[in-house]
């Protein structure tokens, strides 16, 4: 069984920092592509960050500069820390993994709430 489950999320008002967790079970996160994506109410899914099994990490140019994805190989974990948080960084940010020259399988989370006040 591959499962990903997402925590941290919550109210922040802008400005503010807060650090995402994703522990993932079944696969191995340094073997594989794994992301953060977010949608917001009406839209679309976007992806946020992304660090490969060479620890290459690439970001949206919305959050380039706050944001910051990394694991922990030992404890099998993606994080996204995000710092200088506003209101358009409100959405539901999902753990992602796949393999990083196959696009299926893909396995999601099943999501984590970040509201940010301004």
């Known amino acids: 069984q591959v499962q990903l489950v997402e925590s941290g999320g919550g109210l922040v008002q802008a400005g503010g920092s807060l650090r995402l967790s994703c522990v993932v079970s079944g696969i191995i996160v340094s073997d594989k592509l794994m992301g953060w994506y977010r949608q917001a109410p009406g839209k679309q899914r976007e992806l946020v960050a992304r660090i490969n099994h060479l620890s290459t990490t690439s970001y949206a140019d919305s959050v380039k500069g706050r944001f910051t994805i990394s694991r922990d190989n030992a404890n099998n974990m993606v994080y996204l820390q995000m710092n200088n948080l506003g209101p358009e960084d409100t959405a539901v940010y999902y753990c992602?993994?796949?393999?990083?020259?196959?696009?299926?399988?893909?396995?999601w989370g099943q999501g984590t709430q970040v509201t940010v006040s301004s």
């Open positions: 992602n993994a796949r393999n990083t020259y196959y696009l299926r399988p893909e396995y």
